[in-house]
């Protein structure tokens, strides 16, 4: 229909513009731009129109073209005529000299255009599509609100209906649109709210105010923010998560990051416990690198964030936005390999009244379930020290006299020497086997941990300025009695719009300054230590020193030696503060020169300092145990005191800052059916630190003054007790870092018809990574992707699929390693040369070829809204393949080096994200679902350097990736049981053999068994809200599935070890070892070897029989909310109390022996309840 | 701005980090004690110098206990062997150096050429060290079909070599040591003796012409180095009480290097396993002023070894030192039938080691008697050294004979004369990575 339209028009047009450029050129021009002017201003042409206009103003120039060539003709065939009054006007105008020919030939174009503009503005208004004539309009004002909060959108869409002009809202919400004086319908929407049909009347009606109720699918996006840009989701190609507010808040933590666990899409929170080499507690979209970091780029704002995370207040957070593939992280090049997450803070709004915001919450952890772990009860513990007692094991520690001993190993020695009969040494025993260190740690070390969180904001905006202040307060006081902190935020964010708001300049000011303090813990060495007797006084355990020989050595003239934990504890003799504070200056200036052209000046300064205090009393056991150490005696039996009586105290700095500058210029255009939205900039970084850390001996806290002079660090002192000679540590160190990049970077897309869109992206990092030759400094980097709306299309007819839109991007992203570098380096020696003289160490071998990692990415996403959006979501397949990653690998010793690190190896990865959110009643109980799902796998498909052993693939296989298998892949010996002297059997070249050693040297890796990934392959999240009337509920449901993880069992090396340990007696499967022959139809754990042997051990360590799959299913948490509107009562706006319950418990795991995957070791997360309040006054 | 950019990416990343281009840097990498100053352990651990008992035996390491016992197989699954990695790392450190000053244009000055000398005199100790453990005893007829080392003499780590000959080994070793000796100082550097002089190149050469039998030239090389420098320390005057008799800077000390810091077994230390066989203590006199300044009397009336003439060290000291010059001189000199020289030699050092009035005068009246008393006083003046296994070789090949036996849980195992297995094998992980040819044990 369109093109038949069409040609009516051309024909029309024709016949106008041989009117206007005939007669009317002198006085029309002026009057036309002007109109063209507030076109452009006011109003964006629609995709048809825009290709209307497009083709008349083809026709147009081609018009003139035609013009000339025949006015040329003309002019030479009747140059002295004069026929044609307008041609003799030219002609007379040509030889008075005015006019050149190449003169009339632009005018005339300019005419042309004009005209053409004109007729285009006329054609594309309302008025014109429906044959209404131009002077029956009017410009109607109106302003969109959120029915909500009343707060101004920006960016939403007006549209009359059946007509083909759109506009969009500014900053306040407000709009401008010429509409027929007949009136009509207005369309108002904007993502996330609800279409409204708002009737409009005559010239002269009154402003419209538009109010928008929510559509309540909060996870649909309104804008994404990279950094370096804000733009609507639909308008990216590329793969982008937006966590808004309310998720942020629906978690309480004092931690901004931990509130992304579980919530969101393509993000994997690795706990400390089940962490792999090298892997970072956030992980985004799998692993493409092997040993440079893994963490992702943290952005607040428009820079990324140095210093420690915890330094953010959450509540002073707006939204985060992670960054998955190329086209979305591309803007931050080099350093976005592994994802980015972008956290905005919150501003004001002009507009807006001032509103006061109160947060505050209380968090109750439990105590830590310490009988998690599996462990030897004492009764065991003890059973197994007689064994290595009679084996004389001991026997060297207690004939010199001063090396520790366990309470049980001291009854014993004794009895051994006939100090106490057998009587009394079993009833000692026996009270010995009594006694259990996790009661005891638990009654004096842990108490329920208490968090409280106080914060509150004020945010506005009136005239030129908007404004966000807020003050927050935490303090929390850790389960472990040992540790506490607190810390104090400041956020001061101010807008200010000047010059008819064109000059924008933004600042915001962080504060944060925290302190926490913590006391030596205490490791138990025996499943029995006991810390105090049962009147409730201290008791000594033997640490450094055999308790008998603390008991009296020196007679009297040394420090008492004895080490009493408890004391330490209730003391506090000895105190570690450290106080963090930490600035911000974030400053940008933008000035708008046309409509949608902006340059901007961004600068951010960054300074923290940490002080860190270790003071050790006089009467501390470091200090105690530090003089008498080095107390010397001389020939005479006297004794003297190289190190000071006094207090020693160690003292650190850490100062560090960063500079970023950044200038960029924004372009956004939108002309008839185009598009374009782009950005270029330079940006500059400098980030330093420095620290400095001394040690202060025979220190005096009134005085501040120490001893240090009186001391010799250079003469090496024998210890009091011992062979042991050494030099008194100077607990001295300095050193710095000063990393610098400076990167250019490009960054496009283009919209054609509001339906497809192109990016494109290009940034080229350059640091001073040491060492790398100017050309390899660099790495330039660039991405392009493609979306499709398709459901804007007209031909798209599925009308219970409201939204379709396709998306797919290519790119390349990056990843640096500072630590490597091409030629040979060294560092500063560690430890002490024997003379006493300064020395290095080679770190780094040259390595000529060194390149920067680079990370290819692909994705493909679709985006879905179905039934009304009661159901929407998007699926994403995306591939990132790690190219010329730096890999770890043993190399023959002979090199002069074990290890080598260089571009050796590429990965493969690729995955699935997938989001769906349901609405699944509405009504009066609205409830909701949200479910997420990843999947994610990775391979190694090259690697160019040979592995080691069989052994050294079992036991560390992040330093012996294996082609085609994954990163972290799970390797084990096959295992054949025990044999009927509880030996252990594995398999070689399909037998069964003892030969432990060729076992663990073969490198026939067919003698490995692959078990599956050591990282979930599976994982994601359902979660279910629930509102009736002012109440809400949400709880999360989180799997983890897809992987394995090995468990550990006994350990013959370590149960044996002579020095007690927890590693010695937190043993699983002690009391299944074989014991006797026929044990081994039952059980696979070995017999007890003394001596241990190392190979056989490892044989049963790393085998398959202590594989476990590590699927689970977890309910992560449940919030339960009542919300007060400003209806129900009156002080506040609104207030909402809320009630938050984490770490609730496993719902399934696939172990069967009660393991939780995330804790294979250590001791699961304590369950934790939280009550809070917000209020909005 | 393009030279304002190179200014600003010029910065060093870390103020602790430095790539060696100048003579300081490469003095400061050969200053590494840590990686230089060593030798391996294995020949302590499998020496006849000490022994422990069953309890201590079980406690201890696979490599140590197959080692004690001279097993086919020692390392079973023991990873990172100093003794051969730690030694490849001094090849490297020195290699690094030489590569550096190569293209270093101080390197004629008198810096850069004490550094030379210095990185050649550590390759060579290192080769040395490596030959004497990894491969059989040389015999210059026989070396050229038997393996040597592989000969590691550029930096780049991506060239992975084949075992040489032990002839080209030893032909290194030798060009290696002749190359470093006029570049080194005459003078003894008193306070840091990890640095190589001539004298400690003279009396390396002692030492390895000794062990390879050719006393002609081992004597002439313990002359040159006596010559400049033969100072001896009075044990009448060290503290006989102290854990720590000597220290590192003492009077007779020409290079120091100490065994690398693994194997218990060898410790001497208060909780040292190792104690020294009755045997040995007996060849001690009552007035031998070494029985207090070497050994510490244990509560079951056995002997343990004190830290010895690395100082603090509680591994052996295996550097060079003036005692075993004059020992050398001794035994070179009874070996040509000079009786009375070697007596001479001999008294001197001894009148040194006595308690002041009762020192012997030994006298020899025959070469074979001569010879007989300096390798007594040889195995009681440098027991714990790290020498004695290599002696062990060297007089079986000369065949005096020496069989070792140890009991251990009542079993007694025996090493054989000329054993193949007096040679280490080399570790695991090298012949897994670079394919080298194994020792045949």
Redesign the interface.
Known sequence: MMPACGRQEYELLMINTVFSSTGSFSREPSHIQKNTEKTTCNSRVTGKWGLRRFKTTFWWFFFAKVCIKKYWKFRRRYLFSSQNVAYETIRIGMRLGVFKPYTVYLITLKILFCVCLAHARQSSSPEAAHGVALQSSYLLNGRVVSAETNEPLDGATIKIWKGDIKVLTDKDGKFRLRVPDTGGVLLVSYVGYKIAEVPFGGRDSKPLIVQLESNGTQLEEVQVSTGYQTLPKERATGSFVQVDNELLNRRVSTNILDRLDGVTSGLIFNTNNNRQFGQSDIQIRGRATLFANSDPLIILDNFPYKGDISNINPNDIENITILKDAAAASAWGARAGNGVIVITTKRGRIGNKTKVEINTNLTISEKPDLYYTPQLSAAEYIEVEQFLFN???Y???I??GF?PLSPAVEVFAKARSGLIGSADSLSSIRQLATYDSRAELLQHYYRTGVNQQYQASLSGGEGNHSYFFSAGYDKNLESNVTNKNDRITLNATNTYYLLDRKLEFFSNILFTSSNSESLPRFTPSTPYDRLADDAGNPLPIARDLRLSYADTVGNGQLLDWRYFPLRELQQGYSKSTAKHTDYRLNTSLSYTFLPGLKASINYSFQKGTTDNVSHNELESYYTRNRINTFTQTD?AGGLSYPIPMGAIRNVGNTRSAVHYGRTQLDLAKSWDAHAINALAGFE?RSSTN?SNTIGLYGYNEETATDQNAAINFRE?Y?YYY?????RIPTNTQ???????Y?SYYMNASYTYLDRYILSLSARKD??????VS?NQ?GVPLWSTGLSWLLNREPFYQVGWMPKLQLRVTFGYTGNVD?SL?A???????S?Q???N???????N??NPSLRWEKIRNVNFGVDFGLLDNRLNGSIEYWLKDGLDLIGNS?????????L?KGNSANTSGHGLDFVLNTINTKGALRWSTNFLYNYAKDKVTDYKV?N??N?NVVSANYNNPLEGYPYYALFAFPYGGLDGQGDPIGLLDGNQTKE??AI??S?DRNNLVFVGSAIPTHFGSVRNNFRYKGFDLSFNITYKLGYFFRRPSLNNGSIYA?TGSPAAYQQADYNNRWQQPGDEEWTDVPALL??S???RN?LYLYSDALVEKGDHIRLQDIRFGYSLTSRQQKIFRSINFFMYLNNIGILYRSNSRHIDPDYPTGVPQAKTIAFGLKAII | MGCDKETFLAKKPSTSIVQPKTLTDFQNLLDNTLVLNYTGGLAQLSADEYEVNDEAFMAGTETERNAYLWQEQIYNGDNSILDWNRLYAQVFYANNVLDGLSHSDSAATAQGRFIKGWALFTRAFAYYDLAKNFCSLYNPSTAVNELGLPLKLKPQIDEILPRSSLENTYRQIFRDLEDAKPLLPFQRPNNNLNRPSKIAAYALLARIYLDIRQYDEAESAADSALALYNKLIDYNKVSRTSATPFSITHDELIYNTSQVNTYFFTTASAISPGRVPDHIMALYDENDLRVPLYFNRTADGTFSKKRGYNGAGAYAFTGLATDELYLIKAECLARRNELGGAMDWLNTLLEKRYQNNVVPSLTAGSAAEALRLVLTERQKELIWRGLRWQDLKRLNAESADITLSRTVNGQTYILLPNSPRYVFPIPDDEIALSGIEQNKR
């Open positions: 084996q004389g094991l026997n060297v520690a004939n010199n090396t020939a500059i420095f090496l024998p011992g062979f042991n000679t050494a300095q050193s710095g870092a000063d990393l610098r400076l350059e640091s001073n990574l040491f060492g100017s400094k500072n570098s030629l040979l380096t060294a560092n500063r020696g430890g040369q024997r003379y003289t300064y020395f290095t160490e080679i770190v071998p040259p043993p190399i023959a010793p002979q090199t002069g080096i074990t080598f040979s080691g052993s052994f432990y050693a663990m040297n490198q002579s003394y001596p042997n190392l190979n490892n």
